[in-house]
């Protein structure tokens, strides 16, 4: 005899009974679960996906036709994640397994301020998706809300990837791009140890395997022929100083994936480019201020 989708429901939240409930973290997989499911009869035209993924007994989705190369390009660092929390007309966004996902239609409900998700928003909390924690720290004295994945059993990580598949399948949350260190703090703070150990002002070439001298730039009327950002990307000194004495504001335009020329010439190594950006004004944590995507 069929189990009865509303009892399936009911029963199969953690797929577990237990006597001791938390009804908040059973609530919140219960809308986990419930949306999971919409979104397998959506995509893959099965209507019986809800009994499976209520009762826990499915297996979470796993997602490998990423495109990669588009995906590469998009990334997001710990500072700016930590500015995407709703406030001054930002959006909302949360981070797990460090993919980034735009969560703002769930405001009103599940993330704005003082809602049950809030504490995942601004943050890659994926170590909070498999052990239910949302605050302190868990059985094994890790923070609660830290991305690392230490420790967790296989239910734990398993429970993550439940929460993966939501974000990636959902109708209304969308990947903004992949959490990744900030590139210019890596530069300024990158420095190489010579043979005697002792401190060398050289500086590792990151992202290039090309460590030749980068081409002069022709100035033609002192008007440079490539752009902030190729140039940073390059880290042509020449063409920097023409586009800055030309217009500085040049300097400090967005390109599509909210990158500055800074972030160019701290990706690529050139911390000679990086400190001349600086010094003209540039803000080494400044990324999508009008919150436009």
């Given at each position: 005899?069929?189990?009865?989708?509303?009892?399936?429901?009911?029963?199969?939240?953690?797929?577990?009974?237990?006597?001791?409930?938390?009804?908040?973290?059973?609530?919140?997989?219960?809308?986990?679960?419930?949306?999971?499911?919409?979104?397998?009869?959506?995509?893959?035209?099965?209507?019986?996906?809800?009994?499976?993924?209520?009762?826990?007994?499915?297996?979470?989705?796993?997602?490998?036709?990423?495109?990669?190369?588009?995906?590469?390009?998009?990334?997001?660092?710990?500072?700016?994640?930590?500015?995407?929390?709703?406030?001054?007309?930002?959006?909302?966004?949360?981070?797990?397994?460090?993919?980034?996902?735009?969560?703002?239609?769930?405001?009103?409900?599940?993330?704005?301020?003082?809602?049950?998700?809030?504490?995942?928003?601004?943050?890659?909390?994926?170590?909070?998706?498999?052990?239910?924690?949302?605050?302190?720290?868990?059985?094994?004295?890790?923070?609660?809300?830290?991305?690392?994945?230490?420790?967790?059993?296989?239910?734990?990580?398993?429970?993550?990837?439940?929460?993966?598949?939501?974000?990636?399948t959902h109708d209304k949350y969308t990947f903004v791009g992949h959490l990744v260190d900030d590139p210019v703090n890596d530069i300024l703070e990158q420095?190489?140890?010579?043979?005697?150990?002792?401190?060398?002002?050289?500086?590792?070439?990151?992202?290039?395997?090309?460590?030749?001298?980068?081409?002069?730039?022709?100035?033609?009327?002192?008007?440079?022929?490539?752009?902030?950002?190729?140039?940073?990307?390059?880290?042509?000194?020449?063409?920097?100083?023409?586009?800055?004495?030309?217009?500085?504001?040049?300097?400090?335009?967005?390109?599509?994936?909210?990158?500055?020329?800074?972030?160019?010439a701290a990706r690529n190594g050139h911390l000679e480019a990086v400190k001349f950006l600086i010094d003209h004004g540039l803000d080494k944590v400044s990324?999508?201020?009008?919150?436009?995507?």
């Open positions: 005899m069929a189990i009865p989708i509303w009892l399936a429901a009911i029963l199969g939240v953690t797929g577990i009974i237990v006597v001791r409930v938390d009804y908040n973290l059973f609530l919140m997989k219960f809308f986990r679960n419930l949306s999971r499911s919409k979104a397998r009869a959506r995509l893959n035209g099965n209507k019986f996906a809800m009994i499976p993924v209520m009762l826990g007994l499915e297996e979470p989705l796993t997602f490998t036709d990423y495109d990669r190369q588009t995906e590469s390009t998009m990334t997001i660092t710990r500072e700016q994640l930590a500015e995407m929390d709703g406030f001054d007309g930002a959006p909302l966004y949360l981070s797990i397994k460090r993919r980034v996902y735009d969560v703002s239609a769930g405001a009103a409900r599940f993330y704005g301020e003082g809602k049950e998700y809030s504490n995942w928003v601004g943050r890659d909390a994926s170590r909070s998706f498999g052990t239910g924690c949302r605050g302190g720290v868990d059985r094994t004295g890790m923070d609660c809300l830290s991305e690392s994945l230490d420790g967790l059993t296989a239910s734990e990580l398993k429970e993550i990837d439940r929460w993966l598949e939501l974000y990636e420095q190489v140890v010579d043979h005697d150990g002792q401190e060398s002002d050289a500086v590792i070439v990151a992202n290039d395997d090309d460590t030749s001298t980068p081409p002069v730039v022709v100035i033609d009327d002192e008007t440079p022929l490539i752009d902030a950002h190729t140039a940073g990307r390059m880290g042509d000194m020449t063409a920097l100083t023409a586009i800055g004495t030309k217009d500085i504001n040049l300097l400090k335009v967005y390109d599509n994936n909210g990158w500055t020329p800074l972030h160019e990324r999508y201020k009008s919150y436009v995507f």
